[in-house]
Every structure is written in structure tokens, then in C-alpha cells.
């Protein structure tokens, strides 16, 4: 597994705990960019669940970030104007 599997499992799982039922969940909403400097992960499904459950793309991003489990990840997380959620890595994670 590397760093852009790990967080995908872990963005899938917050989903899935955030609504229910669940929504779909789309694959091009996840994108690891592991060579940027620093390296960082994006997460750009929260306009797209918001719709499918009634809320706002703030609100839906708000509930991810409650409901994610950042445990030996050293990054920052931050909720961008356009209710995408960046995970900028401080040191990227051991996946061995």
C-alpha cells in the first residue's frame, strides 16, 4: 500500500461514516501528489456529496474532517475555499 492508497481508505472510511446510507463514492475525487513539494493528498468529492445528500460542500467537508482518522499521519489538514480537503504532509507516513 503506498501514501495515496492509505489516505483513499481512510477518506472512503470517513464517508462512509459521515452519511447514511452512503452515497456513492467517486474514484477521480482522491489524488495523491507525491512528487509536489510538500507532498500532498486532495480530496474533491464534498460539492458532489453534498448534493446527493441536501447539505453544503462546507458542511460535507466538515463532517470528513470530523470523521477521519489521521492517527500517524503527520500533516496538516485544511478545508480549502472551494470545500476541497488538502492533507499537506509535514513527513510522509511509513505504509511498509
Not at 10 to 19: E, H, L, N, P
Not at 29 to 39: N, Q, S, T
Not at 71 to 89: N, P, Y
Amino acid at each position: 500500500m503506498d501514501v495515496g492508497e492509505l489516505l483513499t481508505a481512510r477518506f472512503t472510511k470517513a464517508v462512509r461514516k459521515s452519511f447514511d446510507p452512503c452515497p456513492l463514492i467517486g474514484p477521480k475525487w482522491f489524488r495523491y501528489h507525491g512528487d509536489a513539494v510538500p507532498p500532498h493528498f486532495q480530496f474533491a468529492g464534498a460539492k458532489s456529496l453534498a448534493k446527493a445528500t441536501s447539505s453544503t460542500p462546507g458542511r460535507v467537508a466538515q463532517r470528513i474532517v470530523w470523521n477521519l482518522d489521521m492517527d500517524g499521519i503527520d500533516a496538516e489538514v485544511e478545508i480549502t475555499g472551494d470545500s476541497r480537503i488538502d492533507v499537506k504532509f509535514r513527513k510522509l507516513p511509513d505504509v511498509s
